[in-house]
């Protein structure tokens, strides 16, 4: 990229790579410029784009949060793991690639996949990235050339419609630039405790065509992820292993200072050998299934945006395709027993379930914004998200043909076997149709400089058609079993704020907000149990009060929120006692807390960033859950943590090759890992409570940038997610003490 020629606007720019996390960057903050000490004047240079148009950062009225590019570099993030959770009000619940949730504000009935959308929103470049019903993939994209990742806390269901009650996450890759080369590669080694060495490769270009004119990115990254844990019942050593490959290409069009016309595709896949959970009371390392559980993911995204000025408003129309794919593995060795008993099998082979499936989403939204500085400033838009999904979930063991004999089942000529295939001998597959159709809006109005409110809606209607097949044992010596269901809502998400500035150091705002998802017919499955017919869509609303505050000529940002979330009618994920998941609808819950983002910068050399968060998120009346008991009201929400505090300490010497010192802390408080965990008497499947520290030194030569950092180095056995499986209580952990080097070079 081309160094800025303005100094006042990389001033601010730099300001923002190091100041608090409710601040996000536009593209040019990678620009490497010079220390300088900052002023609160400078902030209003900057914009950003959470809300769907450029804005000041001093003047939402919300609580968006950003991780700059280089606030990722810095930290050395790879994936959400990295840095997430250093944003206020945010838990990162790590189990499994593919299946790992962000929760916000504490807004989710399990701290892994739920049966139906999730309440955290995932988007590329404000390209959906989730689906109706259960997520194929949770995106994890990495972090490698990523201009800034934006996290926005509290419903989000007016600019970017369902499946984000609890917040929205938005990935903003960079994208072809026209004004010049630019190019970047890097390599890390790095040695896990408990793993082999580990590696990574990434490697971007950026290439003008045309001056001004034409421009193409593209992006190549891989990583290696060694296991450190040893499976002991398969007699392997590091047995999650996972590579994680992929890249992007962009395209950027500008034929006119008035158009700009791009493409941006994204691959990623995760291939995950073994899972990535411990057996409770085995040792600190070890598992135990009879078969790999392996995990494989694949993520495609393709977008194509225009942005056109008008002269009145900005017009910006986003045609979108993602296409979604993952395929497990489980050991279900342990209910062997069941079926032996019930059907008089006799079967010895190890017993797997496989599942997953494939999606396909495309999207197109149209907008348009007034300009700004407008007594009356506006949006008005429409977007349309259609999704075809499959889904499949089998039961098998090697050799199954020959235990399930149909004659010895269902009597003498009743023919051959129930396998044909030699191992899979009871399926369930599903088929869903899913579609949002949605108009929104928002408009601003500026009473005066001091007073400003807005409103802002969006009228939306919802269906999911599914159908779902079943054969196997269970319904022989019948036909399959079809079911077919279909849910269909429509409703209207409104929002309304006020904002209050009266000076450049102090703004203060009240916000009502409100989140929707969709509806979800349950299909019978293969449990043994009955299960409810399905879950609509739940009802929450969202009261926050926030503050931004500058001091000390703008060295010293002090943020903090203080929210009450009003949640009923919850979608519930809960599990028979077969362990089977299934969605239902019932009870009540709040959440209520304080986030605190501060940074202060007392010398150009110096900087401390905090992010705090005070929160409990509480079912408010007792909740029956089937086949379980009753969670008691006042029982923690799971996924969630009362305390979460971050801190990041920066130092940077003013001496030959600029070595920066890096420190950065995470506490992430107790917690419990789904419903059942807070009924009285159950298995309790805690999770938190646990600190680490991660260091960095980074020195410049020239246009190359070494780094060794050391990850964990308290070597905390952190729990991020507890879930109980069939082997036992399966523990999701803090990767364990990393050390390692990264060589980053740049044009």
């Given at each position: 990229?081309?160094?800025?020629?303005?100094?006042?606007?990389?001033?601010?720019?730099?300001?923002?790579?190091?100041?608090?996390?409710?601040?996000?960057?536009?593209?040019?903050?990678?620009?490497?410029?010079?220390?300088?000490?900052?002023?609160?004047?400078?902030?209003?240079?900057?914009?950003?784009?959470?809300?769907?148009?450029?804005?000041?950062?001093?003047?939402?009225?919300?609580?968006?949060?950003?991780?700059?590019?280089?606030?990722?570099?810095?930290?050395?993030?790879?994936?959400?793991?990295?840095?997430?959770?250093?944003?206020?009000?945010?838990?990162?619940?790590?189990?499994?690639?593919?299946?790992?949730?962000?929760?916000?504000?504490?807004?989710?009935?399990?701290?892994?996949?739920?049966?139906?959308?999730?309440?955290?929103?995932?988007?590329?470049?404000?390209?959906?990235?989730?689906?109706?019903?259960?997520?194929?993939?949770?995106?994890?994209?990495?972090?490698?050339?990523?201009?800034?990742?934006?996290?926005?806390?509290?419903?989000?269901?007016?600019?970017?419609?369902?499946?984000?009650?609890?917040?929205?996450?938005?990935?903003?890759?960079?994208?072809?630039?026209?004004?010049?080369?630019?190019?970047?590669?890097?390599?890390?080694?790095?040695?896990?405790?408990?793993?082999?060495?580990?590696?990574?490769?990434?490697?971007?270009?950026?290439?003008?065509?045309?001056?001004?004119?034409?421009?193409?990115?593209?992006?190549?990254?891989?990583?290696?992820?060694?296991?450190?844990?040893?499976?002991?019942?398969?007699?392997?050593?590091?047995?999650?292993?996972?590579?994680?490959?992929?890249?992007?290409?962009?395209?950027?069009?500008?034929?006119?200072?008035?158009?700009?016309?791009?493409?941006?595709?994204?691959?990623?896949?995760?291939?995950?050998?073994?899972?990535?959970?411990?057996?409770?009371?085995?040792?600190?390392?070890?598992?135990?299934?009879?078969?790999?559980?392996?995990?494989?993911?694949?993520?495609?995204?393709?977008?194509?945006?225009?942005?056109?000025?008008?002269?009145?408003?900005?017009?910006?129309?986003?045609?979108?395709?993602?296409?979604?794919?993952?395929?497990?593995?489980?050991?279900?060795?342990?209910?062997?027993?069941?079926?032996?008993?019930?059907?008089?099998?006799?079967?010895?082979?190890?017993?797997?379930?496989?599942?997953?499936?494939?999606?396909?989403?495309?999207?197109?939204?149209?907008?348009?914004?007034?300009?700004?500085?407008?007594?009356?400033?506006?949006?008005?838009?429409?977007?349309?998200?259609?999704?075809?999904?499959?889904?499949?979930?089998?039961?098998?063991?090697?050799?199954?043909?020959?235990?399930?004999?149909?004659?010895?089942?269902?009597?003498?000529?009743?023919?051959?076997?129930?396998?044909?295939?030699?191992?899979?001998?009871?399926?369930?597959?599903?088929?869903?149709?899913?579609?949002?159709?949605?108009?929104?809006?928002?408009?601003?109005?500026?009473?005066?400089?001091?007073?400003?409110?807005?409103?802002?809606?969006?009228?939306?209607?919802?269906?999911?058609?599914?159908?779902?097949?079943?054969?196997?044992?269970?319904?022989?010596?019948?036909?399959?079993?079809?079911?077919?269901?279909?849910?269909?809502?429509?409703?209207?998400?409104?929002?309304?704020?006020?904002?209050?500035?009266?000076?450049?150091?102090?703004?203060?705002?009240?916000?009502?907000?409100?989140?929707?998802?969709?509806?979800?017919?349950?299909?019978?499955?293969?449990?043994?149990?009955?299960?409810?017919?399905?879950?609509?869509?739940?009802?929450?609303?969202?009261?926050?009060?926030?503050?931004?505050?500058?001091?000390?000529?703008?060295?010293?940002?002090?943020?903090?929120?203080?929210?009450?979330?009003?949640?009923?009618?919850?979608?519930?994920?809960?599990?028979?006692?077969?362990?089977?998941?299934?969605?239902?609808?019932?009870?009540?819950?709040?959440?209520?807390?304080?986030?605190?983002?501060?940074?202060?910068?007392?010398?150009?050399?110096?900087?401390?960033?905090?992010?705090?968060?005070?929160?409990?998120?509480?079912?408010?009346?007792?909740?029956?859950?089937?086949?379980?008991?009753?969670?008691?009201?006042?029982?923690?929400?799971?996924?969630?943590?009362?305390?979460?505090?971050?801190?990041?300490l920066r130092y940077r010497f003013d001496t030959r090759f600029s070595p920066t010192l890096t420190l950065a802390h995470q506490y992430i408080g107790s917690g419990i890992s789904d419903l059942n965990s807070a009924v009285p008497g159950a298995v309790r499947n805690a999770q938190g409570n646990y600190n680490t520290v991660d260091l960095r030194y980074r020195m410049s030569f020239g246009t190359t940038d070494v780094t060794l950092f050391g990850?964990?180095?308290?070597?905390?056995?952190?729990?991020?997610?507890?879930?109980?499986?069939?082997?036992?209580?399966?523990?999701?952990?803090?990767?364990?003490?990393?050390?390692?080097?990264?060589?980053?070079?740049?044009?």
């Amino acid at each position: 990229m081309k160094p800025l020629t303005t100094a006042r606007l990389a001033h601010a720019i730099r300001l923002v790579c190091l100041c608090t996390p409710l601040i996000a960057a536009p593209a040019m903050a990678q620009t490497p410029v010079p220390d300088a000490p900052a002023s609160t004047t400078d902030l209003d240079a900057i914009v950003v784009t959470a809300g769907k148009r450029n804005e000041s950062v001093r003047e939402i009225a919300g609580s968006v949060s950003a991780v700059t590019g280089q606030q990722l570099e810095d930290l050395g993030a790879q994936s959400l793991a990295d840095y997430i959770q250093r944003t206020p009000g945010v838990v990162f619940n790590n189990y499994q690639p593919g299946v790992s949730h962000v929760v916000m504000r504490g807004i989710a009935t399990s701290s892994g996949n739920v049966q139906g959308q999730t309440t955290t929103g995932y988007f590329l470049n404000e390209v959906p990235l989730t689906e109706p019903g259960f997520s194929i993939v949770i995106p994890d994209i990495d972090a490698f050339d990523v201009n800034r990742v934006e996290v926005l806390r509290g419903p989000q269901g007016t600019l970017f419609g369902s499946a984000s009650m609890g917040g929205a996450i938005n990935y903003v890759a960079n994208v072809a630039d026209p004004t010049g080369f630019d190019a970047a590669v890097e390599a890390t080694a790095s040695q896990t405790r408990n793993a082999d060495i580990g590696f990574g490769a990434k490697a971007m270009v950026n290439l003008p065509i045309a001056d001004d004119i034409l421009a193409v990115r593209a992006v190549a990254q891989y990583r290696d992820d060694p296991g450190y844990l040893d499976n002991i019942g398969l007699g392997r050593e590091g047995s999650n292993d996972s590579r994680t490959a992929g890249g992007r290409l962009s395209v950027t069009l500008t034929p006119s200072e008035a158009t700009t016309l791009s493409w941006l595709s994204l691959w990623q896949n995760t291939d995950a050998d073994d899972n990535s959970y411990r057996i409770a009371g085995l040792g600190e390392f070890e598992r135990d299934t009879a078969i790999p559980e392996f995990t494989d993911t694949k993520v495609a995204v393709h977008s194509l945006r225009l942005d056109q000025d008008l002269g009145f408003a900005t017009l910006t129309a986003l045609l979108s395709q993602q296409h979604k794919q993952q395929d497990w593995q489980f050991d279900f060795t342990p209910i062997r027993v069941f079926y032996n008993a019930d059907l008089d099998l006799d079967l010895d082979t190890p017993l797997f379930i496989a599942s997953g499936g494939e999606s396909t989403g495309r999207s197109l939204e149209l907008r348009l914004a007034s300009p700004r500085d407008q007594r009356l400033e506006w949006l008005v838009g429409g977007m349309v998200f259609q999704t075809d999904k499959d889904l499949y979930e089998t039961i098998g063991a090697a050799g199954a043909a020959g235990a399930f004999d149909r004659s010895s089942l269902f009597g003498p000529g009743s023919g051959a076997v129930i396998a044909p295939d030699g191992s899979t001998f009871n399926a369930f597959y599903s088929h869903l149709d899913g579609s949002e159709l949605a108009v929104f809006g928002e408009g601003t109005f500026h009473f005066d400089e001091q007073w400003k409110a807005t409103l802002g809606g969006r009228f939306f209607r919802t269906s999911v058609d599914a159908q779902t097949t079943q054969v196997g044992f269970s319904t022989y010596p019948g036909d399959p079993i079809v079911t077919r269901s279909r849910t269909d809502e429509d409703g209207f998400n409104p929002k309304a704020s006020l904002t209050w500035t009266p000076s450049d150091d102090l703004m203060l705002y009240a916000l009502v907000s409100e989140g929707f998802r969709f509806g979800e017919p349950n299909t019978p499955g293969l449990s043994a149990f009955p299960i409810p017919a399905g879950s609509t869509s739940d009802s929450l609303i969202n009261y926050e009060l926030g503050t931004r505050t500058s001091w000390a000529d703008g060295r010293w940002l002090v943020d903090a929120t203080l929210f009450y979330v009003d949640w009923s009618d919850i979608q519930l994920r809960l599990q028979t006692p077969d362990f089977f998941n299934y969605a239902s609808n019932g009870g009540k819950a709040y959440s209520r807390g304080i986030e605190l983002a501060t940074t202060w910068r007392p010398t150009a050399g110096f900087d401390w960033t905090l992010a705090a968060t005070w929160q409990q998120a509480r079912l408010d009346e007792d909740l029956d859950i089937l086949f379980a008991g009753t969670a008691p009201a006042g029982s923690q929400l799971p996924g969630s943590a009362d305390w979460t505090v971050s801190n990041v300490l920066r130092y940077r010497f003013d001496t030959r090759f600029s070595p920066t010192l890096t420190l950065a802390h995470q506490y992430i408080g107790s917690g419990i890992s789904d419903l059942n965990s807070a009924v009285p008497g159950a298995v309790r499947n805690a999770q938190g409570n646990y600190n680490t520290v991660d260091l960095r030194y980074r020195m410049s030569f020239g246009t190359t940038d070494v780094t060794l950092f050391g990850s964990n180095l308290g070597d905390t056995r952190g729990i991020t997610r507890s879930v109980s499986e069939v082997n036992g209580i399966g523990q999701g952990i803090v990767r364990p003490r990393t050390v390692g080097l990264t060589v980053h070079w740049r044009y």
